[in-house]
């Protein structure tokens, strides 16, 4: 999401008379996106804001901003954080970043733009995108789900759909420009909808707007994050089976195997609910990947609850899991709870999963060996110059070796061979391509 907001805000920026340069030294407006989804990450932030401290020396006009869920968070008290900061623009208020950047240049007084959390960003239309084939789209904004370890609610505000006719719209142009996957984007894409609008008519649901998108000509991929276990049906499975461009891989945090960990977390849900989903999934969509998000150490969080986590993990061997060890986030509800299990167990307890995710997501890839699978080209493989690395329509990472002028497009690759994070394998012979149109102009 944030990487969606970046590119936005820098799309809205182009198309202002600013431009893009590819080192800080070189400009003369820095701006920050930050997360503050867990502690480390704004720590990181304040000390990456205070490297720039002798830049600002040399370069006295340097304007410094904060966007994102951090400057919501602090919103003045972020400027005594790190007085460097000119800008703190939360989320809801980054669309008018243009103005403000020029307000601040014209005045050079600091401006803290924070009041918007709850509204609706206008439709403004960006035609800036960092890749030439895939983009994100946000089909909403913010989250009413109170998970009581999130600050997101707090931070990004209720929850607000964007109208269909606007994400089909944008899904449309990105089409014509020879777009092939799209991302659909929202904190809990399957409750899209779910306000009533003022028109007193209920909005397209989760399905529906898929459904729509898949009619659009020229996109070949669909793909959605992040969905919630309480607000997951097997309708959307079988969305996901029936749309020929929806892509068979499902990001469903579990958070915790223990229900009484669960409860408190505020999620909505037993393992049993979601053990029963994974199976309706696994059942309906053949050989769709599953990943997920497991939060360790939360509080009063003890050795048996953490081994109902481990438990569910080893009977469901996800595809990958993104793992964290719980940090407590005020004004969020649990930060009032004690955070009462000592670093060195949330660290082991962390090692533990990580382990036994590799050992899963080895098994799970292993599995593909000998078969043929899409993959849409990404680039150039980073650790190998002369391997193309993709992704295939389950989302998972495939090395293999081709030439340069075939990123863009989709490849039958047979898979030799796997580790625990990517697939390797060759280009399987009379593969066709099918080259975008920027593509084809360009070659
Ligand atoms: N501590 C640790 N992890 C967290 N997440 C969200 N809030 C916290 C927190 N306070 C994790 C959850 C979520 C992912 C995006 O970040 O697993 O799904
Ligand atoms: Fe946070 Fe829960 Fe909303 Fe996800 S669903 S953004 S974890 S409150």
Sequence with gaps: MNVRDSEFVAGMLLENGFELVDSVEKADVVLFNSCSVRQHAEDRLFSNIGDL???????????????????????????????LLD?????????????ILKDFMENRCAIVAVDKVNEKRPEIFSIYRENDFKAYVSIGEGCDNYCSYCI???????????????????????????????????????????????????????????????????????????????????????????LEKVCEHLHLPLQSGSDRILKLMNRGYTAKRYLKLVEDYRKIVCGGSLTTDIIVGF???????????????????????????????????????????????KEKRLQSIIGLQVASSK???????????????????????????????TNKAVIFEGDRSLVGSLLNIEIRSATSFALRGRIEAGSSTFLSPTRQAVS
């Excluded at 800008?87 to 103005?99: H, K, S």
């Excluded at 729509?212 to 959605?224: L, P, Q, T, V």
């Excluded at 969905?227 to 959307?236: G, R």
């Excluded at 953490?306 to 061997?317: A, D, G, P, Q």
């Design 87 to 99: 800008i703190v623009c939360g989320p809801g208020n980054e669309a008018d970043l243009a103005g």
């Design 363 to 393: 098994k799970r890839n292993e599995s593909l060996i000998g078969s043929v699978v899409e993959v849409l080209v990404d680039g150039r493989n980073k650790k190998d110059e002369k391997s193309l690395s993709g992704r295939t329509r």
């Design 152 to 242: 997101v609610p707090y931070v990004r505000g209720k929850e607000r759909s964007r109208d269909a006719k606007d994400v089909i719209r944008e899904v449309e142009e990105l089409a014509a420009r020879g777009f092939k996957e799209v991302t659909l984007l929202g904190q809990n894409v399957n409750s899209y909808g779910k306000a009533v609008r003022p028109s007193g008519r209920q909005a397209v649901n989760f399905v529906k707007l898929l459904e729509r998108i898949n009619k659009i000509n020229g996109i070949e991929r669909i793909r959605f994050m992040t969905s919630h276990p309480k607000d997951v049906h097997t309708e959307l499975f079988k969305a996901m089976r029936d």
């Design 53 to 83: 401290a002798r830049l600002k020396k040399k370069k006295r006009d340097l304007v410094i901003g904060l966007m994102g869920c951090t400057a919501q968070k602090y919103k003045d008290k972020a400027i005594d954080r790190s007085p």
């Design 299 to 345: 509080s009063s969080e003890t050795e048996a609850d953490f081994k109902k986590t481990l438990s569910v993990m080893r009977s469901i061997e996800f595809d990958s899991a993104f793992t964290f060890k719980y940090s407590p986030r005020p004004p969020a509800k649990s930060a009032f709870l004690k955070d009462d299990v000592p670093a060195a167990a």
